[in-house]
């Protein structure tokens, strides 16, 4: 901040300071060449200002009024407070700029980074999610395959031991059958005999 503001009257000033010096320079220089060029004789005595002399001091003239003038000085006095704070405040306002887009870029490259990585981490999710139902629905229709063969099995398996259960059944009511009719023949063979018997006795009396 005070190195911008410093910077900046070095330079207005040192310019002025570089055109002060032309000119002394310059003026000086005219001082020089001026009585170098009069020829190198004898001058004479006289009361009169010679022609070169009055050139010269027209011109000397013409630089003091010229100096002198409000113009020359305005233009070459040392810079104000008032223009001082104005390239101050000039100065602070480029790097209040400076420093308001740094920060807006400082915020706003995290933020779009943050949303990077939101939309990375949600799509991640999405494949981590469809890949577990497709895991989960495999999972089920294994487990429903294997309790549909399950219950097959169990139905077949009930259905063979009805079946045999109804032949037992059956098998038994055969031999219970078979049972009572030998047994009735029994009674019959015994009850003809008896009758024969009965007969032959009557008979032998």
């Known amino acids: 901040m005070g190195k911008a503001s410093r910077w900046m009257i070095n330079f207005l000033l040192g310019?002025?300071?570089?055109?002060?010096?032309?000119?002394?320079?310059?003026?000086?220089?005219?001082?020089?060449?001026?009585?170098?060029?009069?020829?190198?004789?004898?001058?004479?005595?006289?009361?009169?200002?010679?022609?070169k002399k009055e050139r010269v001091y027209r011109g000397r003239r013409s630089l003091d009024?010229?100096?002198?003038?409000?113009?020359?000085?305005?233009?070459?006095?040392?810079?104000?407070?008032?223009?001082?704070?104005?390239?101050?405040?000039?100065?602070?306002?480029?790097?209040?700029?400076?420093?308001?887009v740094e920060d807006a870029a400082a915020t706003r490259i995290p933020a779009v980074f943050r949303s990077y990585l939101a939309?990375?981490?949600?799509?991640?999710?999405?494949?981590?999610?469809?890949?577990?139902?497709?895991?989960?629905?495999?999972q089920v229709r294994k487990q429903t395959t294997a309790t549909l063969r399950r219950m097959h099995t169990l139905m077949a398996k009930q259905a063979r031991a009805r079946c045999h259960r109804v032949q037992m059944a059956g098998e038994t009511q055969q031999l219970a059958m078979k049972r009572k009719s030998s047994r009735n023949r029994e009674a019959v063979d015994v009850?003809?005999?008896?009758?024969?018997?009965?007969?032959?006795?009557?008979?032998?009396t």
Request: with cysteine.
């Open 119 to 138: 939309r990375k981490a949600l799509c991640a999710l999405r494949g981590l999610v469809k890949l577990q139902a497709l895991v989960r629905g495999h």
């Open 65 to 100: 009024s010229i100096i002198t003038t409000p113009i020359f000085r305005s233009s070459f006095a040392l810079p104000t407070t008032e223009a001082i704070k104005k390239v101050v405040a000039q100065t602070h306002a480029v790097e209040r700029k400076g420093r308001a």
């Open 15 to 51: 310019k002025k300071e570089e055109k002060t010096k032309k000119n002394d320079v310059s003026f000086h220089a005219e001082k020089e060449t001026t009585p170098t060029a009069t020829p190198p004789y004898k001058r004479r005595w006289s009361f009169g200002k010679s022609a």
């Open 191 to 204: 009850i003809f005999m008896k009758s024969e018997e009965f007969q032959r006795t009557e008979v032998a």
